[in-house]
């Protein structure tokens, strides 16, 4: 039905297929050196002419994980039948929304990246944006200079001072809880025990005789922190602060797990954990395209709930929601999904920059809906503001 | 259980010796003596009262052609383990399943070597001056866990390595070996490799990242809640004797209720159990047997929260919607 057409230079199946894996890895998926080649493989086990099987099978053969499979068919549409005029409308939708979704934080100045920004509307609405790239026109340079920009901004954003003052704080707080831990460590200690049973077990290895000595501790039951942190459009102005403090916080030696959200939610967590900062910041910037539109806190909550908080909640884990709470979805939700973190978290702390103005009262809906589930509701507008939590931590 | 079930390579012979794979190791192609089809897979999962999709068929049509393992993902009660179980019910062959835990340590997933018989082999034989220690590290003395089992059989079977995400990371790195080369380093023994590739299924639940170096190593598909038609397909296949309507009916409830804010949302398990309880109590219609509905809720509501979520007014609603 529809002709792709391919630049000139391609010379086959596997020249286009190697341009297929570089479309997909510009797009953010993960592909190896092999990866050509097993779809290569794949295809030759399916009726690679037609085109529903072949999709099938490097779908199979190319996802790695839920988001990359829920994607592929848009990629692999924008890429094999770009020609059509019919396909243009998904794909131009899909570009649009991966062009307009990058968070206003990454941006220092709203006005340095309108220019990219309609420019990148101007090539959404050439149809084959795609197939051209190879041919380096507009559609190539643009998508590569977006994201280029978003790494340059969150460079800036995280300079080596603010990083510094963000780490001493969270480094105090984290004392905060060390500071609890320490006491638990104590009492474990103290168990210190011979295991026979697993000695006995041993030995009969060895022919009867207790030759390796196990013995029996108290596991370490270390406090857990998961800090959620908003980065929709509000939240521009303080979402500085708070990455720095996250990856203070990644990094201050006790367990901690962060997640940035907006109208998605993503484990950050690695992308913190580098210790070149720079790195950090140029993966998170990565990860962070496809952010969209409003804030959706409970629907951000909810499927932290659902998918990794049922490994990263137990009744040790302080969980550290950083947002001003202005939500668009229905704040009832937003009460029901905290009701449900409660009962798996030992604390909830909502940390929220609007707090440290004079005068607030949380008069936002969501706001409202969310206080009688909170341990405690803290202002964090300033590094200055989240370094004088360290005594109401400890309160907790 | 003989030897003759272990193939290993004693790598005493130098270096080039755990290179080459042992006698009678035909190679992974092996297992491929009747080249299946697309269409095949569908039907031979059909016939085991299977429905997948185009392409769930696709993904295991492939893991069985290109030997690679296969990665689902997908919320709890979609039927990830079930595709195991059909499958290898399917080839007619061993379904060898390991369920991870955290904590699962290569002595309950690879092997171990029964210490008590060891010993009182020893102890048997001292009359007659003693055991060879060749002899007590031999295959007698091995206990196979279910990944060597599945490694050491002739007939390819399926290996089903179920919630895969329960289990720590250094257990995951442990697997890579398996997974690539589909042979286990024993160090007594030598290198064991696969005489047949076996049919390896992951399931996972996204409780927990898993390395990309395993997600590289596998296929993947997503298995989602199936749409309204597959899953009147899979209430047909299972339980042939609920009638049109109350089929009908009973679809729809489960599908509204997994669009209502849940904590727990019904899976497939789920809504058999809920039919079969209902064709049991001889249900016809589900607007004329409120008490019945209410009372075998239970079967699709796991949680006191979601149970209070449905009470009957809310059911009415979604009956009423359905009939």
Redesign the interface.
Known sequence: MQVTRFPARALGLADRMSGFIAHLRLNGM?M?ALDAG?AL??LS???ATDA??AR??M???L????E???RFDELFDAYWFNAGAQRSGTAKNKHARVQSAKPMIWQSSTQAEDKPRSGSEQVTTTPDCGEREGEGVDGKLIATRTPNLSRRDLRELMDEETLKQAETAALALARAFRDRRSRRRKQALRGAALDMRRIQRAS??R??EPLDLYRRARPPRPMRIVALCDVSGSMTVYSRVFLAFLKGLIGSGIEADAYLFHTRLM?VT?ALRDHDTLRAAGRLSLMAEGFGGGTDISGSLERFL???G??ALNGRTVVLILSDGYCSSDPQ?LG?VLA?IRRKARRIVWLNPLKGWKDYQPIAAAMQAAEPYLDAHLPANTLDALAALEPQFQKL | MGSDRLLPVRPDGGGSAPSEPPPGYLGPDEDRILVLTLKDVQKGLAAQGYVADDRLAMALHLAQQLGRPLLLEGPAGVGKTDVAKAVAAWRDTRLIRLQCYEGLDASHAIYEWNYQRQLLAIRASEAQGGVAEAQLFSDEFLLKRPLLEAISETKPPVLLIDEIDRADEEFEAYLLEILSDFQITIPELGTVQARVRPVVILTANGTRDLSDALRRRCLYSFLDYPSRETEQAILRARLPEIEGILARQIIGVVQALRQEDLEKKPGIAEMLDWAAALSGLGVNDLAKSREDVQATLVCLLKTAADYNAAPPEVMDRLIGKVA
Request: hydrophobic share 30%.
């Open positions: 993960k190896g097993r493989a794949a086990e399916v009726d529903n099987q099938q099978a779908c199979a053969v996802t790695g994980d839920a990359d499979w829920r009969l290895a022919g009867g484990r690695y659902s998918g990794y049922a490994r939700e029901d449900r």
